[in-house]
């Protein structure tokens, strides 16, 4: 057995499967990869990383299967997929992992190539467990896959818990230890226990706090965005693969970036933290409802518009639309009164959260500091984006947002 001390969770406890996958190279790749990304610009002691995060994720699995009761190699295979969730994950983590899903079609949670060959996949046939079915189980397939990765999954319950202790904000805190002891099945469904639909509020309040305040706060955005134009050069101008990529660390991504000419500026750039300005920042009521499904190739096109129209180099405009606001936890099921319902269903705060949400939304456009007002002007009248029909003020030239952006 090994034994861990940890910022959160204070000691781990890792011994079979577990403890003999922690020193193969695709689990200590993970040492490298920052769990967020570059929130880091934000919140300077956010370095935590996705090895702590994979060791906090298995701990909370290994106490909820004690929990379920659940033993043997069905708990092994669960204890495996838990350290393993995160082996997928590209340099950076989330913030380039639409890159790698143009090119690859995989997205971080598809380990099984990662899985079945190399150290991984013999210690995993060591422990006679199929390599197939761990990652089955981090796709989120089967009953216990809920565990991993589903919407109480203990991923979930770890990063927020993990993220707020180490940007310092006080909204991911959640009753985590509450949250697995109240876990069960019912009828293949992983539910929380009677009693315990504030818990279950908990997770879903967490999440839409820390999102505009940490995960989509408009700073790490912008060099989200500028890290993702610098790898899609990157790829375009040298012999790397997507594939390639997707084994890189933070390291090995910055350092490429730097040694190559074509994208040698956008290196120095973050690492510098001199980073593109918000020229437009507009709210969701404000942008042409057929923008909000534009692909990756629109998308280019809009922003070779805008360039245009402002005379300054393509490379020079960025444009970011999120996703419409989507909340995967108001699924979550509860007992209640011994009946099986949805959080959506039984919550009066699901509708609220939602509607915070679609406030919370942008639309954004990014430029060097001097091209931002021009190419803020530009944008608007491309993208047709009806500002006087929203809540706006300019906070100084060439950028756009509401009156609660000021942070």
């Not at 007002?373 to 929203?390: H, N, S």
């Amino acid at each position: 057995m090994t034994t861990i001390k940890d910022s959160v969770h204070d000691h781990i406890e890792v011994e079979g499967v577990a403890e003999a996958l922690l020193d193969t190279p695709a689990v200590q790749r993970l040492r490298h990869v920052k769990q967020l990304g570059t929130v880091t610009l934000v919140y300077p002691s956010a370095n935590h990383t996705r090895f702590e995060h994979s060791l906090g994720v298995f701990h909370l699995a290994d106490r909820a299967l004690a929990h379920l009761g659940i033993e043997g190699q069905q708990a092994e295979r669960v204890r495996a997929a838990a350290l393993l969730h995160d082996v997928g994950h590209s340099p950076y983590s989330h913030n380039i992992e639409a890159v790698v899903h143009r090119r690859t079609g995989k997205y971080h949670d598809d380990v099984a190539g990662i899985l079945d060959e190399g150290a991984v996949a013999r210690v995993l046939t060591e422990h006679g467990l199929n390599p197939d079915r761990v990652a089955g189980l981090v796709a989120g397939e089967g009953e216990l896959g809920q565990l991993v990765s589903g919407e109480l999954d203990v991923d979930r319950m770890d990063y927020l818990v993990r993220d707020a202790h180490h940007t310092g904000v006080p909204y991911g805190t959640i009753d985590h230890e509450r949250l697995v002891r109240q876990l069960r099945f019912v009828d293949g469904d992983l539910v929380l226990d009677e009693g315990n639909v504030q818990a279950a509020e908990s997770l879903l309040l967490a999440r839409a706090l820390m999102n505009p305040t940490v995960y989509k706060h408009h700073v790490a955005r912008i060099a989200k965005s500028m890290l993702r134009r610098g790898t899609e050069r990157l790829l375009a101008a040298s012999n790397a693969t997507a594939s390639d990529l997707r084994r890189w660390d933070d390291n090995d991504l910055l350092v490429r970036l730097r040694q190559n000419d074509e994208t040698e500026a956008y290196a120095r750039r973050l690492s510098e933290r001199d980073l593109f300005k918000r020229a437009v920042w507009a709210e969701l009521t404000a942008v042409p409802d057929d923008l909000l499904g534009a692909d990756h190739r629109d998308v280019r096109a809009m922003e070779h518009d805008i360039a245009e129209a402002a005379s300054v180099d393509p490379d020079r405009v960025i444009l970011d639309i999120p996703s419409e606001p989507s909340m995967t936890e108001s699924s979550s099921r509860v007992l209640v009164n011994g009946d099986i319902r949805t959080l959506s269903d039984q919550s009066t705060l699901v509708n609220a959260i939602r509607a915070a949400q679609r406030d919370q939304w942008r639309l954004g456009v990014y430029a060097p500091e001097g091209d931002s007002e021009r190419v803020g002007d530009m944008a608007i009248r491309e993208l047709g984006l009806d500002l006087d029909g929203a809540r706006v003020r300019d906070i100084r030239p060439g950028i756009h947002a509401t009156l609660d952006e000021f942070n």
